[in-house]
């Protein structure tokens, strides 16, 4: 069965080949790319090129990617050379999704602020830039998952959904994040024709721990319901980081996260509505 973990489940930056090898030593079949997730790092054609032949060394694929906020380069800076550096940087993303085969990047929108004039603000620069990257986007055959974060950024959602069709635009569903906020799983019913990613871990309500399924308080069953019912047909793609887990070495980390990932999938597919003929 098709199963994906997080290349970045001990580190997010320096050599991944190790971390690859030892994910698909442990059965996995995809990887969710979330080095670099949240730096100005660009990726070279060399590295890109890199990771491409490990990937097909271990008999890995790219399930997704995680685009990057980005530091300095921030594509909703209100400061115009950093909106413009930001735009680049998540195109590089694109890029290189496109290039190793993934069909989502992932990227984050923050909530919408209460204050008028820099709710505004935001407004404008983040649609600036899906406006730019929608034809690099189109180009590659990739489309962007916006994901629910904590504070709860659901209502800036909503009006990028409305202004964008699924084509382009699609729902990353963070389960850590939505067990934060208190309304994820409602959130994700309301919109879970456009849910095209998932993250998925757990936590005690408390912060983002990005612990192993089923050692929280997430509602699986009502998630697995959720995503049964949904636009979602990829496999499970969790989330989760070793430090973060009761296990004596990464091994072990591995294969309790192969066993909780397989099974959330055996309860999504028992959920899931046969197509009819």
């Known amino acids: 069965m098709m199963l994906s973990i997080t290349a970045d489940y001990v580190t997010s930056r320096g050599c991944p080949e190790p971390y690859l090898r030892r994910i698909a030593e442990a059965g996995f079949t995809h990887v969710h790319w979330a080095y670099h997730w949240h730096t100005d790092f660009l ?11 490990w990937l097909r060394e ?21 400061r115009e050379y950093e909106h413009r550096a930001g735009v680049d940087l998540v195109k590089n993303r694109l890029e290189m999704a ?3 085969g993934a069909e989502v990047v ?4 923050p909530p919408l602020p209460a204050v008028a004039p ?4 935001l407004r404008r620069q983040v649609r600036k830039s899906l406006d730019a ?12 998952a916006l994901e629910n974060l904590f504070p709860d950024n659901f209502p800036h959602l909503r009006e990028l959904f409305q202004a964008y069709g699924p084509d382009y635009i699609g729902l990353c569903y963070d389960s850590g994040h939505g067990l934060i906020t208190g309304n994820g799983l409602e959130n994700l019913a309301q919109w879970k024709d456009r849910l095209i990613s998932v993250h998925l871990h757990d936590n005690d309500g408390s912060s983002d721990q990005h612990n192993l399924l089923f050692s929280g308080g997430v509602d699986w069953p009502r998630l697995a319901e959720l995503v049964a019912a949904s636009a979602y047909r ?3 793609s969790m989330e989760v980081m070793a430090r973060f ?12 996260a192969r066993d909780t990932g397989l099974r959330l999938a055996a309860m999504i597919r028992d959920r899931r509505v046969p197509a009819k003929g």
């Open 43 to 53: 990726y070279s054609s060399w590295e890109i090129e890199r990771i491409e032949r």
């Open 58 to 78: 271990f008999g890995l694929q790219i399930l997704d990617l995680h685009a990057s906020t980005g530091v300095e380069k921030c594509f909703y800076s209100p």
């Open 98 to 100: 496109a290039r190793l």
């Open 106 to 109: 992932i990227l984050h929108v």
């Open 118 to 121: 820099a709710r505004e603000t």
């Open 133 to 144: 990257l929608a034809p690099v986007a189109r180009a590659g055959n990739v489309r962007i």
């Open 234 to 236: 990829k496999c499970v």
């Open 245 to 256: 887990a009761q296990c004596r070495d990464e091994a072990e980390f591995l294969r309790k």
